[in-house]
């Protein structure tokens, strides 16, 4: 009888123990990181330590390699994104109040049915819920629900919300309150003391972008702050309680306030066009 109670009390000892580390795992893989006395520096030089990968068709598997490590030819260490197939690298961890600082140029291939089309990417901001929850995702889009600083010829520096479907059935709206103008063809285009909206969807354009924008590879107009063909466009996004600041190449192309989440992960797409992204670091926030 002793036996079997010792025999008992180890084994919920045991499982006690077991269910602590597992709490302790998820509640790791939940926290929320905000960078403090030094910069966050999620690309090391080295590997995607600081990242998984996400693709549409396999997930979290990249059997295509589409995302590498590797060298430009003065040996400066780059993360490769192939654009062969649409998903990208995300955070491992959740951050909040952070200045990003992203180094990215394009290369020269192009893919499937936006092989023609303009050289896409862009960086999901403050991605909650399940990997490919985007729209009606369930597990099955490219993206996850978040705000996109887009990564666009033509558009660099737009905003994109992106509301999403857990698998559960969860509901992810993500909210963003921007000042825009109409142009032309009645599009939302940021502007300083315009008319203030509260997004949950769609659009909204940096202030310089042309209305003659088409979907064409290698469309570029006079007024683009990004560099141009392989020179490297220094993109950064401040995000500052619920306030994210677009900028370019020092330029601040766009603006908007009252997001919703404030927290999340961060993703960076593989979208059909091949691109490389030499720096990629999260900066304490200005003390004022």
């Known amino acids: 009888m002793k036996k079997h109670t010792l025999a008992c009390w180890i084994c919920t000892l045991l499982a006690l123990c077991f269910s602590v580390r597992i709490a302790a795992g998820a509640d790791e893989a939940e926290k929320v990181i905000t960078p403090t006395d030094a910069p966050i520096v999620l690309f090391n030089g080295k590997d995607l330590t600081n990242f998984y990968t996400w693709l549409q068709d396999t997930k979290r598997e990249d059997p295509r390699k589409v995302f590498t490590v590797t060298k430009e030819p003065d040996g400066t260490p780059v993360i490769r994104a192939s654009g062969d197939g649409f998903g990208g690298i995300v955070t491992k961890d959740k951050y909040t109040n952070y200045h990003l ?93 315009g008319e203030k909206k509260a997004f949950t969807s769609g ?7 042309d209305p003659d924008w088409k979907d064409e590879l290698g469309i570029r107009f006079e007024q683009d702050k990004d560099s141009p063909g392989h020179e490297w466009t220094r993109l950064e996004c401040i995000c500052d309680g619920g306030k994210i600041t677009n900028i370019v190449n020092g330029t601040v192309v766009n603006y908007g306030e009252m997001a919703e989440p404030e927290s999340g992960k961060l993703m960076f797409q593989s979208e059909g066009a091949e691109i490389f992204f030499r720096k990629i670091e999260l900066h304490p926030l200005k003390k004022e």
């Open 101 to 193: 600082v992203v180094e990215y140029r394009w290369g020269d291939l192009t893919w499937g049915q936006r092989k023609m089309a303009a050289k896409d990417s862009g960086v999901l901001l403050h991605c909650n819920g399940d990997d490919g929850n985007y729209n009606e995702g369930g597990g099955n889009s490219p993206w996850m629900a978040g705000i996109e600083c887009q990564i666009i010829e033509g558009g660099v520096g737009d905003f994109l919300v992106l509301g999403g479907t857990d698998n559960d059935g969860t509901k992810r709206v993500p909210k963003l309150t921007c000042e825009f103008i109409k142009d032309r063809d009645g599009e939302a285009v940021w502007k300083k003391g």
């Open 203 to 209: 659009r909204i354009n940096w202030y310089g972008r």
